[in-house]
């Protein structure tokens, strides 16, 4: 089974800090790497889609890149309405597994 | 507009039986493969079962393998999960989600029924 890690487990930023958060898999699984942001009380949000590609409507300070075991998201300029939880999640095909990272909550300073 | 509608949780005594629906709406069922994500209270999500848009491959995470049955209804537009022998370690929320057609990951998650399984 593939193991998803992230790093940092949580962190505060100022607003219009850069933040980085990484997020590594177990073995290759390529670019099938999705990242969500989920705020208190809602579902997952899915913002970037195969390591790097950004969901239509996601604002551009988002973005993400890496491939193979070893991937990056950023949010460039921090806004007060990125306070959440980001997950990574690699994905495969059934009957293989999918596995969600443990999250980095990002707060504000 | 894609709608998931999950229905079915509830409290449950450990050891008993459960079975969750989820009723979709917006999209063509059929034409996709559809998953359970699970969340449990301050934790993070966690992938259950899946299976694909004709039911021939469905897949279980090892802690529910064994123990849960996915399927699913083209006819109804329902994706239905079957939870037997259920834990303490069960309770979470459960999510209906739909996979995204040109990529494997998760495009649309309903608002999740939730389980709690305590005697």
């Known amino acids: 089974d593939i193991q998803m890690t992230q790093s940092p487990s949580s962190l505060s930023a100022s607003v219009g800090d850069r933040v980085t958060i990484t997020c590594q898999a177990s073995q290759d699984i390529s670019n099938s790497l999705i990242w969500y942001q989920q705020k208190p009380g809602k579902a997952p949000k899915v913002l970037i889609y195969?390591?790097?590609n950004l969901i239509t409507g996601v604002p551009s300070r988002f973005s993400g890149s890496g491939s193979g075991t070893d991937f990056t998201f950023t949010i460039s300029s921090l806004q007060p309405e990125d306070v959440a939880t980001y997950y990574c999640?690699?994905?495969?095909?059934?009957?293989?597994?999918?596995?969600f990272g443990p999250g980095t909550k990002v707060d504000l300073k | 507009e894609v709608h998931l509608v999950e229905s079915g949780g509830g409290l449950v005594q450990p050891g008993r039986s459960l079975r969750l629906s989820c009723a979709a709406s917006g999209f063509t069922f059929d034409d996709y493969a559809m998953h359970w994500v699970r969340q449990a209270p301050g934790k993070g999500p966690e992938w259950v079962s899946g299976i694909t848009w004709n039911s021939g491959n469905t897949g279980y995470a090892d802690s529910v393998k064994g123990r849960f049955t996915i399927s699913r209804d083209n006819a109804r537009n329902s994706l239905y999960l079957q939870m037997n022998s259920l834990r303490s370690e069960d309770t979470a929320l459960y999510y209906c989600?739909?996979?995204?057609?040109?990529?494997?990951?998760?495009?649309?998650w309903g608002l999740g029924t939730l389980v709690t399984v305590s005697s």
């Open positions: 195969d390591a790097s």
């Open positions: 989600v739909k996979v995204a057609l040109l990529w494997g990951g998760f495009d649309s």
């Open positions: 999640q690699q994905y495969d095909y059934l009957p293989r597994e999918f596995t």
